[in-house]
């Protein structure tokens, strides 16, 4: 009896540890920040994040928007600001039981309401506006796909850099860049 029992507890612990949520790293020029993706909350967007980051598209790209006491922003903009072509769209995942609370990470896009692509943001504050009301084009909030699980004090140093405006009339993009060098999976 106690084999079988055992077999069980372990099948089952097997099982759990196959579907937890995976986990990345981000390491910039600031230094190295660690988030679990919410697989279970937002299966669209964390497929879409990881498939860039399984294909290196983010490596060398920057975080070009940084707003002190709101957001920081990247995965699109190289250096000189020039945009990386991303993949199409995806669905937007907002949901209210899921809101853009400090150190969570989330899709960036347009007015659009389905227009995420490679852009994301990782919120300094609890931003209770962004967060899913409604299915209006204003109340639809913007998907969380994960949250940072060590090294916020890195994205509060990233947040701290100077910032101005640039060529294209581009706003808050750091003096000096901060460099994403590489997001990968934790194995």
């Known amino acids: 009896m106690r084999p079988i029992i055992l077999t069980m507890l372990l099948a089952l612990c097997t099982n759990a540890s196959a579907q937890a949520n995976p986990i990345v790293d981000i390491e910039t020029s600031e230094g190295l920040v660690s988030a679990e993706l919410y697989a279970d909350k937002a ?24 707003i002190p006491n709101f957001m920081v922003q990247g995965g699109g903009f190289s250096a000189d600001m020039v945009q990386k072509s991303a993949y199409e769209p995806i669905k937007n995942e907002a949901r209210s039981d899921v809101p853009n609370v400090r150190g969570t990470l989330a899709m960036a896009r347009t007015n659009v309401i ?32 994960g949250k940072v699980i060590s090294g916020m004090e890195v994205i509060d140093k990233i947040a701290s850099v100077e910032t101005g405006t640039v060529r294209g009339g581009h706003q808050n993009v750091p003096k000096k860049p901060v460099i994403i060098l590489n997001i990968s999976r934790q194995q």
Do not use: C, K, M, W
Request: charged residues 20%.
């Open 43 to 66: 299966p669209v967007s964390v497929e879409n994040f990881l498939r860039y980051v399984d294909n290196n598209f983010f490596d060398g790209l920057t975080f070009h928007r940084v």
């Open 114 to 145: 389905d227009s995420a692509t490679s852009q994301f943001f990782i919120n300094l504050v609890d931003n209770d506006y962004l967060n899913h009301t409604d299915n209006s084009a204003r109340g639809f909030g913007y998907a969380v796909f």
